[in-house]
């Protein structure tokens, strides 16, 4: 899941001075639970717009924007209303944006009304929570499962800091200490000998952007 939140609709007017008639793209998996762009916040936009002066061309919603063949599809499938435009808005976030960016044949602006915050989880009360760093090399086999490199906001890699306090981090008091919940997680499960190996710290090599992974066809 990655984890999006709106930006403020007058910044999208600014985006769109001097252009008047849009084609809107939304999303109808992250942005969608996000409620950022799926069916709903597209039809929001397409009102907001409109009361501003906008002519909506049309609109296309694809499941998963961050997919080029989904978004050349939408594309031929929307070509006379996009044509018709003179620019687009993506409520998707910036993956969405930059795959629709590469597919577009036409140089049309492109203008994005989300911000992308982190990839996260999403808990029974329906919170969205950064469990994840994409950091290429998982340590979570050593950890109980619990990511220490995103959890922790200091990132340590062997054990809590000296400012824990009653299990709480010291960075925010309202956070549990990552490495109390570890220690508690693997002594329940038999496991504290794992908390005696030395991790290393972070190759930031294996963390070095742009990234790409070629899979096998």
Known sequence: MIVTKAKDENKILEYLEGEDKVFIFGCGECATTCKTGGEEE???????????????????????PCIGIQVRKALRKNEKAIKESDA??????????????????????????????????????????ERCSACGECILELTGGICPVTRCPKGLMNGPCGGVDKGKCEVDKELDCVWALIYNDLKERGNLHLLEAYNPPKDHSKMLKPRSRHYPK
């Open 88 to 129: 687009l808005v993506i409520m998707a976030c910036g993956l969405g944006a930059q795959c629709l960016k590469e597919s577009l044949k036409e140089a049309k602006p492109i203008h994005v009304t989300n911000d992308t915050l982190f990839m996260g989880e999403i808990d029974k009360s329906g919170n969205f929570l």
């Open 42 to 64: 597209v039809a929001g936009m397409k009102k907001f717009l409109k009361a501003n002066g906008r002519v909506v061309t049309g609109f296309a919603i694809p499941d998963a």
